[in-house]
Antibody, heavy 121, light 107 residues
Framework: QVQLMQSEAEVRKPGASVKVSCKAS????????MHWVRQAPGQGLEWMGW????????SYAQKFQGRVTMTRDTSISTAYLDLSSLRSDDTAVYFC??????????????WGQGTLVTVSS | DIQMTQSPSSLSASVGDRVTITCRAS??????LIWYQQKPGKAPNLLIY???SLQSGVPSRFSGSGSGTDFTLTISSLQPEDFAVYYC?????????FGQGTKVEIK
């Protein structure tokens, strides 16, 4: 069964950075794009970007340009989300989600369990 | 960016009821429309893609329809496990965007 296992919850101060991991199992990691989606407390879903797990190329939502970096380590089938210059409104649950085979379009059939990132002084 | 607007924002229904949720796109997205279900504290679960294709393992009481700008998700006979928040999302272009969600509550 396909699984995406995310890292544990994090607490950061404003201005700091956070790195969230997403380890994939039971499928060919480099065949599928990985997306990151976040959800602020009590709010809806917000797409942040994708990474082509084969080439390492990435595309980010305009809102996060300059603050976000998505990377991957194919040797351990793990994708990473790095978010810098954190603000209080970055407090959210961050999800990784498997996209389509060979396409950047988002149709997320498997999701990680979510990682809560809390930004507080 | 394409805006996705769902209605209603919330609804109350009883077990066995037929429930319909609508989603409107700010421009035509053909049938590049996806529906997810999300329960409290959990990740979203893919229900419908391509506006009307049922994801594997999803009960047949869920169905989707529409094309262009107007779409619907229908639950033919609401079950206790269907009380959740439902989101639409377009995959027509980048960035993909989500509707604000529709909360289905117990009457």
């Amino acid at each position: 069964q396909v699984q995406l296992m995310q890292s544990e919850a994090e607490v950061r101060k404003p201005g700091a950075s956070v790195k969230v991991s997403c380890k994939a199992s039971e499928y060919a990691f480099t065949d599928f794009y990985m997306h990151w989606v976040r959800q602020a407390p009590g709010q809806g879903l917000e797409w942040m970007g994708w990474i082509n797990t084969n080439t390492g190329g990435a595309s980010y939502a305009q809102k996060f340009q300059g603050r976000v970096t998505m990377t991957r380590d194919t040797s351990i089938s793990t994708a990473y989300l790095d978010l810098s210059s954190l603000r209080s409104d970055d407090t959210a649950v961050y999800f990784c989600a498997r996209g389509l085979r060979g396409s950047y379009h988002l149709r997320a059939d498997f999701w990680g369990q979510g990682t809560l990132v809390t930004v507080s002084s | 960016d394409i805006q996705m607007t769902q209605s209603p924002s919330s609804l109350s229904a009883s077990v066995g009821d037929r429930v319909t949720i609508t989603c409107r796109a700010s421009q035509s997205i053909s049938t590049y429309l996806i529906w997810y279900q999300q329960k409290p504290g959990k990740a979203p679960n893919l229900l419908i893609y391509g506006a009307s294709s049922l994801q594997s393992g999803v009960p047949s009481r869920f169905s989707g329809s529409g094309s262009g700008t107007d779409f619907t998700l229908t639950i033919s006979s609401l079950q206790p496990e269907d009380f959740a928040v439902y989101y639409c999302q377009h995959s027509y272009s980048s960035p993909p965007t989500f509707g604000q969600g529709t909360k289905v509550e117990i009457k």
